[in-house]
């Protein structure tokens, strides 16, 4: 359970109020938020309050925004300190071999599952939109330009444009240079350390406001996206929620049961208040410090999760790089009338599997998308039809990509026999310290 932590004394806030909150459940706070969201975006669309629509839309996107803020030097101190950290790591060319073969086999399922999906339920089928105004989106993802934008032409770029995958590719030159460098880099490991820690406190701060955010996101959604524009992809939403829920509450149990020999529902309890953060603020990146903590409390060592779950956060999307893309190719395939192959198919598992790395950034997944689509040769086009449902979906994406992120290095130590696992079989058993977004 996620608790807010007493802050200290601020002023103008009663002690009995502060008290009162800092007991009340972070999920609590969450679903309180997203409750009250929903009513007054109800309430600003049926009532035709613009003043409110625009008031919950800011409310997000400020939310958003401070989010956004600290991936930079919170994706590169991150990978820079885990790779460094490998050091003291046994085996940890293997650890790191079997982190990416997870990742690359749930990658697989999910897929899978999505195209299972897509081909039941047939999404795009008799779907009615204008296809003659659909327009590709202003950012687009092809082979050529996955490959040749990993490597930045200016390293300052990447940080002031936040472009997360250079980020990564540099963060992991750097780490391995410092890696091999050895004891003269200490320094310059000790500075990234620093400015790691105090990234995650600012950031701490930043998800303590996650209730208001999820007000002010969630009001936007049900205020701009009525029935009207939702009933066309109705089918389509419902689906890749299905898939998603499949992925969560089937896969990961039987892959916890079977590779791990784990009880899913102490995995559950370790890991939701990750799961239930990237929910509402649709960033696996902002959620990666909750993710870290969760994955240590579930008994994964610290320096092997220091590595597991960054790099996770960059490159493990179950939801954006798997389930979505295939169902929306299908979708975008049946609404403009093309015939997919089974060779087709097989393209979409590889993409997937293959360039999640390409959906690398804070929110969202059109660069995937569009990357499954051009490698198709499907028009870029249909993924203009999804943007206005994209909020939407992308809350479910990103909750099981979290949810991939965490599970990965808890099966790869259960699996290595490094598992804590009497820390693991006490959650939700005993009581003890909660986890708490502390300041």
Same mark, same amino acid.
């Given at each position: 359970m996620v608790t807010t932590a007493p802050t200290g004394a601020p002023g103008g806030v009663p002690a009995r109020l502060r008290r009162t909150l800092s007991t009340v459940p972070f999920s609590v706070q969450i679903l309180a #938020? /997203? /409750? *009250? #969201?929903? #009513?007054l975006g109800y309430l600003a669309r049926v009532a035709d309050l613009s003043w409110l629509a625009s008031t919950l839309d800011t409310v997000g996107s400020l939310f958003v925004q401070l989010l956004k803020l600290a991936v930079p030097p919170l994706v590169f101190t991150a990978i820079v300190v885990s790779v460094v950290s490998l050091r003291g790591v046994a085996n940890a060319a293997r650890l790191a071999w079997k982190t990416l073969l997870w990742f690359g086999i749930t990658a697989l399922i999910a897929v899978s599952i999505g195209i299972g999906l897509g081909l039941l339920t047939n999404p795009g089928r008799g779907v009615d939109l204008d296809v003659a105004g659909a327009t590709a989106p202003? !950012? $687009?993802?092809s082979w050529t330009?996955?490959?040749? #934008?990993i490597v930045p032409t200016n390293p300052v770029a990447a940080f002031v444009e936040g472009n997360v995958l250079q980020i990564v590719f540099l963060a992991l030159v750097v780490g391995t240079a410092a890696l091999l460098v050895g004891a003269a880099a200490e320094p310059f490991v000790t500075l990234n350390r620093a400015v790691l820690e105090i990234v995650q406190k600012a950031l701490w701060w930043v998800i303590r406001l996650a209730p208001i955010g999820t007000l002010g996101l969630i009001g936007h959604a049900v205020a701009a996206y009525g029935w009207d524009l939702l %009933? &066309? *992809?109705? !089918?389509? $939403? $419902?689906? +890749?929620? +299905?898939g998603c829920a499949i992925v969560l509450f089937v896969v990961y149990p039987l892959v916890l049961v079977t590779a791990g020999r784990l009880? &899913? +529902?102490r995995f559950f309890a370790g890991a939701w208040p990750a799961i239930e953060l990237a929910f509402v603020s649709r960033s696996s990146v902002g959620t990666m410090p909750v993710t870290q903590r969760s994955v240590e409390r579930l008994g994964v060592p610290r320096e092997y999760a220091s590595f597991a779950v960054p790099f996770g956060a960059t490159t493990k999307m179950d939801g954006c790089a798997a389930i979505y893309p295939a169902l929306a190719a299908i979708f975008v395939a049946q609404v403009f009338g093309v015939a997919l192959s089974p060779v087709d198919y097989l393209?979409?598992?590889?993409v997937s599997v293959v360039g999640s790395a390409a959906t690398a950034g804070l929110t969202g997944a059109i660069v995937m998308l569009t990357l499954t689509l051009s490698t198709l040769g499907l028009p870029l086009a249909g993924a203009g039809l999804l943007l206005a449902i994209d909020p939407i979906i992308d809350m479910i994406r990103t909750a099981t990509n979290v949810a991939g992120q965490a599970l990965v290095p808890t099966i790869v130590a259960a699996r290595e026999g490094t598992l804590d696992r009497a820390a693991y079989d %006490?959650? @939700?058993? !005993?009581? @003890? &310290?909660?986890?708490? /977004?502390?300041?």
């Open positions: #938020g /997203l /409750l *009250l #969201g929903a #009513g202003k !950012r $687009t993802g330009d996955f490959l040749t #934008g %009933a &066309p *992809l109705a !089918r389509f $939403t $419902t689906a +890749v929620y +299905v009880n &899913p +529902v393209l979409i598992a590889f %006490a959650i @939700g058993v !005993r009581k @003890g &310290p909660r986890l708490t /977004l502390s300041v």
